[in-house]
């Protein structure tokens, strides 16, 4: 991989900066690189309507190739001000990373300060848009629309945790991360990404104080980042696409919970099909519960305690029977004005639902050794199942 980095920076240096760096090189056989100018030209000058997003990386571009593909162009803001060859490097590491799940990065650019990514084009947007979006960018998606989005990026997640070489947390699982392509197949995107910025500018990092809903606890309190914390959000993210509702946006009941809270709050009082979204009917019951409790799995408190995504995909995968006994209380982080947390711009608290002594109970839980986690044996699905 080394090599190849180094055969594109030899290639970029035989340019003079007033030339463009050659354009479509190969690199491992899986990324190009691009020059400013036919990305430019690509994106109409980077035009406003050419624009369909923005996030905490830069801003999101409609590119059509010269070759008539269409693609998304991805503009990193100034903060990635890493130096070409590690820029390289990591993005070598990205591409070699392929999966059915996974938005592909095509290429990339880096002249001057400019750093750009080109991934292929997703037809039908991010779950975010789709399903949580605005009435005009809503689709109504039936229920095995939905169980296939779960089980696709839970094929993805874990892909980049058990398979992937090196493997990946990729630490901002969330909706408008989960985009569709054309038979609203989800692939998961901005893996890796957070690797391309350095660690005190990641926006990933100074966003744990500001996001409620889908960070593991103990990632946005004690920084303690595991692929379990990929887990918890990920179970945050099935619990968004069962009930329709925004994790970020959506409170809950008199006491404004927020869903995971919530959705604790109905299991506890017999409840739970009240989560399901109205807009689905002619739902199978049984398997839309089983989902919803596999997400309870997901984001128990202790992280040891949460499935591994390869066990999430067999539990969502087959008519098991989870052993509801072994479940516990899901762990929340919230926002919170009055502490700060290292290097972020607010401060949290956890709680859980409606148990005032649950910050005690979680710390507990934080404190149990990982080797004496149910989840680390290999029968350890079993474990879920009624004995
Ligand atoms: N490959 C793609 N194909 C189609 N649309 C995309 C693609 N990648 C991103 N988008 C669109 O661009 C928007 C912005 O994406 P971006 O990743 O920059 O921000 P975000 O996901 O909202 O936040 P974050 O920066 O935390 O990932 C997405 O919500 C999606 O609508
Ligand atoms: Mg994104």
Not at 52 to 69: F, Q
Request: aromatic share 6%.
């Amino acid at each position: 991989m080394t090599s190849c980095c180094f055969a594109i920076l030899n290639c970029c240096k035989g340019n003079s900066s007033s030339e463009e760096p050659a354009e479509g090189i190969a690199v491992n056989n899986n990324v190009r690189i691009f020059s400013y100018n036919s990305l430019r030209s690509a994106t109409s000058n980077f035009h406003p309507s050419s624009r369909i997003g923005a996030g905490g990386y830069g801003v999101v571009y409609k590119g059509v190739l010269r070759d008539g593909t269409n693609v998304a162009v991805k503009s990193l803001s100034a903060e990635s001000s890493q130096g070409t060859r590690e820029f390289l490097t990591e993005i070598n590491m990205i591409s070699d990373i392929r999966h059915q799940n996974l938005v592909e990065l095509i290429g990339c650019c880096v002249e001057g300060t400019h750093r750009i990514l080109v991934y292929e084009y997703l037809e039908n947007n991010s779950l975010a848009n789709t399903l949580l979006g605005t009435l005009s960018k809503h689709v109504v998606l039936d229920w095995p629309m939905r169980a296939k989005i779960c089980l696709g990026t839970a094929l993805g997640l874990a892909f980049l945790h058990e398979e992937a070489e090196p493997s990946v947390v990729h630490r901002d699982i969330k909706a408008s991360n989960i985009l569709l392509d054309r038979n609203f197949d989800p692939k998961i995107g901005d893996f890796g990404l957070a690797k391309l910025f350095p660690d005190n500018v990641t926006h990933v990092s100074t966003r744990v104080a500001g996001t409620v809903g889908y960070l593991a606890p103990e990632y946005a309190l004690l920084g303690q980042l595991t692929k379990k914390a990929d887990v918890y959000s990920f179970g945050v993210l099935m619990l968004e696409v069962i009930s329709g509702s925004s994790s970020t946006k959506a409170a809950f009941g008199e006491e404004l919970l927020i869903l995971v809270e919530w959705t604790w709050k109905l299991k506890q009082e017999g409840r739970l099909v009240e989560l399901i979204d109205p807009e689905l009917i002619n739902y199978p019951k049984a398997e839309v519960v089983r989902f919803i409790t596999v997400a309870l799995f997901c984001t128990q408190a202790a992280a040891n305690q949460r499935p591994t995504m390869k066990q999430v995909v067999e539990m969502l995968s087959r008519e098991v029977h989870l052993n509801e006994n072994l479940l516990t209380e899901p762990g929340v982080y919230k926002g919170h004005k009055t502490r700060k947390l290292n290097g972020g711009g607010g401060g949290a608290a956890i709680s859980g639902g409606s148990s005032s002594s649950h910050g005690i109970k979680y710390k507990k839980a934080m404190k149990t050794s990982p080797s004496s986690s149910q989840f680390n044996s290999s029968n350890s699905l079993t474990q879920m199942l009624p004995r």
